[in-house]
């Protein structure tokens, strides 16, 4: 079965550094999505960045990267120059395209706080 | 903006009465989402429409949960004999067929259990 894990409840980062959230997935599939989503206190989920299980090469999308290790399954979220306005709830999630049909699912999240 | 819409938006309901969610993908996604997330929670899975395939109800907490959806449209997801626990925000994302883009999510109905 599918499953996605984020082992850091809670996260701080002084503004302007660079922070890396941890995301660990299982799945038996070959073909997979990793999506990581923003949560901010008003509660709407704002997609950041999209990796494809095929992809050779680590997405990116401005000062969001997504370091894919395939091999351990892990699909770390970094977030360089951090800025206040990146406090908020991270969540990866995973897309499994043959064994489940697509069906998208979430990790527990992680927080991050960023201090000025 | 032709976003995905839900209503209501809040929707707070005595304990033991039943309670309908709507929910209006964005025009032409196929896929459909519905996710519970308690309070500080992470979102918790619950049903899964892709297109005319038959829906992946694995994630439906009891037999109080239904859902539907009207070919390719609009979805509800109905709570019967509603409960404390089930107090929530109830979110719902579509995405195109295919699926290797990103889920677009509504604002969430916030339902309150008293």
């Known amino acids: 079965a599918q499953k996605i894990t984020q082992t850091q409840p809670g996260m701080f980062v002084q503004e302007k550094e660079a922070v890396t959230l941890d995301c660990t997935y299982d799945t038996s599939d070959q073909s997979y999505g990793l999506f990581w989503y923003k949560q901010p206190s008003s509660g709407e989920m704002i997609f950041l960045i999209y990796?494809?299980?095929?992809?050779?090469q680590n997405a990116t999308e401005g000062r969001y990267s997504l370091n894919f290790q395939k091999a351990r399954k892990s699909a770390n979220l970094v977030i360089s120059a951090s800025q206040l306005g990146d406090s908020a709830m991270y969540f990866c999630?995973?897309?499994?395209?043959?064994?489940?049909?697509?069906?998208?699912?979430f990790g527990q999240g992680t927080e991050l706080s960023v201090k000025p | 903006g032709a976003g995905v819409s839900q209503s209501p938006s809040n929707k707070v309901t005595e304990k033991g009465k039943d309670v309908e969610l709507r929910c209006d993908p964005i025009?032409?996604?196929?896929?459909l989402y519905w996710y519970r997330q308690r309070l500080g929670q992470g979102l918790e899975f619950l049903i899964y429409f892709q297109g005319n395939s038959a829906p992946d109800k694995s994630g439906l907490p009891s037999d109080r949960f239904s859902a539907e959806r009207t070919g390719e449209s609009v979805s509800t997801l109905t709570i019967q004999r509603t409960q404390q626990e089930d107090s929530a925000v109830y979110l719902c994302?579509?995405?195109?067929?295919?699926?290797?883009?990103?889920?677009?999510f509504g604002q969430g109905t916030r339902l309150t259990v008293v």
């Open positions: 999630a995973m897309r499994d395209y043959r064994n489940q049909g697509g069906k998208l699912i």
């Open positions: 025009s032409g996604h196929t896929a």
């Open positions: 994302a579509s995405s195109p067929r295919g699926g290797y883009t990103e889920a677009f």
């Open positions: 990796q494809g299980s095929y992809d050779e």
